[in-house]
């Protein structure tokens, strides 16, 4: 039992290190996170609004309810794009707000 108690505070101050460094990676993780979403997005983006018109402009030539189907597959990927644009902005705002949370 002595030893333990003399190894106690050893013990505290590497946990408290470990929790820190486990806390840098996190934070570290979320930026590399942010920076891969606003490489990537921007680009999958752009492909699915000329996917949608594409979509849109070939259903055209087709009968009414595959003309319908067509439409909603290109709203659909258009509403994908606006809410990827969306990630793309306010992920940065989230990360630093959770980051600024774990570093206080």
Known sequence: ?????????????GAVFATS????NINTSLLDLVQLI????PI????????????YAVGQVFD????????????AMIV????GILIVIIAPFLVDFLVGMSGS
Do not use: E
């Not at 460094?21 to 840098?24: D, K, N, V, Y």
């Not at 606003?38 to 997005?41: P, S």
């Open 1 to 13: 039992m002595r030893s333990f108690r003399a190894l106690a505070p050893l013990l505290a101050s």
């Open 64 to 75: 009414a309810a595959t003309r319908q189907k067509a439409q909603n597959w290109a709203m």
């Open 80 to 83: 994908g794009g606006v809410v």
């Open 21 to 24: 460094r486990l806390a840098s």
């Open 44 to 55: 999958v983006v752009l492909a699915l609004f000329i996917l949608a018109g594409l979509v």
């Open 38 to 41: 606003k490489d990537i997005v």
